[in-house]
């Protein structure tokens, strides 16, 4: 049973920085592709960024890309995304989810991904 749960959502001014990170249990083998995905009141979930379970690929959207860093934390199975220069634009609620049969074929659509986490608030003021 996979389980994700995501933490370390809050309120931040824009051009802040917030750390937020997912503890995922229940993978068992290293072919996964983590993802963070956000949703914004009345928008649809889009993608944000993943990492493979070998950490050896790493895939950003372009708003993103040069302000938030994806990592995986293997000691404490945990994937964190690292976000910087927050933009009012960046507020949605963030969800972490897994591809749990990653066959290098990346996936953008939440539809690729097959669990998820009950998503954490991200405000950023203007």
């Known amino acids: 049973q996979v389980q994700l749960v995501e933490s370390g959502g809050g309120l931040v001014q824009a051009g802040g920085s917030l750390r937020l990170s997912c503890a995922a249990s229940g993978l068992t083998s290293s072919r996964y592709l983590m993802g963070w995905f956000r949703q914004a009141p009345g928008k649809e979930r889009e993608f944000v960024a993943a990492?493979?379970?070998?950490?050896?690929?790493?895939y950003y959207a372009d708003s993103v890309k040069g302000r938030f860093t994806i990592s995986i934390d293997y000691a404490k199975n945990m994937v964190n995304l690292q976000m910087h220069s927050l933009r009012p634009e960046d507020t949605a609620v963030y969800y972490c989810?897994?591809?749990?049969?990653?066959?290098?074929?990346?996936?953008?659509?939440?539809?690729?991904?097959?669990?998820w986490g009950q998503g954490t608030q991200v405000t950023v003021s203007s």
């Open positions: 990492i493979s379970g070998s950490g050896a690929t790493i």
């Open positions: 989810a897994a591809d749990s049969s990653y066959m290098f074929v990346f996936r953008r659509s939440p539809s690729g991904y097959d669990y």
